[in-house]
């Protein structure tokens, strides 16, 4: 792969993603997907570096949209006793 044509397949994907997050700023999506792309400067194999871009900033992404959206960073990562309605009361012992 050239890398014109990489560079073209991340700014679709910059596109693509701005689109699928709606909340976030497009310019912030923008830095997301270009900071990851250069983690991969200096691979040889450029193949699928657009793939696995777009799978990595799909997922923080997500995670960023989870945690504005809660106000919780563990709701973020799914904890799961985030939304418990009720909180447990502690156990009474009787003497």
């Known amino acids: 792969m050239s890398a014109s044509e990489e560079e073209r397949q991340?700014?679709?994907?910059?596109g693509r993603l701005a689109d699928?997050?709606?909340?976030?700023a497009a310019r912030v999506v923008g830095?997301?997907?270009r900071g990851i792309h250069r983690e991969f400067d200096g691979h040889r194999v450029r193949e699928f570096i657009p793939l696995l871009v777009e799978r990595i900033a799909e997922r923080?992404?997500?995670r960023r949209v989870s945690y504005s959206s809660t106000g919780n960073?563990?709701?973020?990562?799914?904890?799961?006793?985030?939304?418990?309605?009720?909180?447990?009361?502690?156990?009474?012992?009787?003497?």
Do not use: T, Y
């Open 10 to 14: 991340i700014s679709e994907l910059v």
């Open 20 to 24: 699928k997050f709606p909340h976030l």
């Open 31 to 33: 830095e997301e997907v």
């Open 60 to 62: 923080q992404l997500s």
């Open 73 to 95: 960073p563990l709701a973020a990562v799914g904890d799961p006793l985030w939304n418990r309605v009720q909180p447990v009361s502690p156990v009474r012992m009787r003497r």
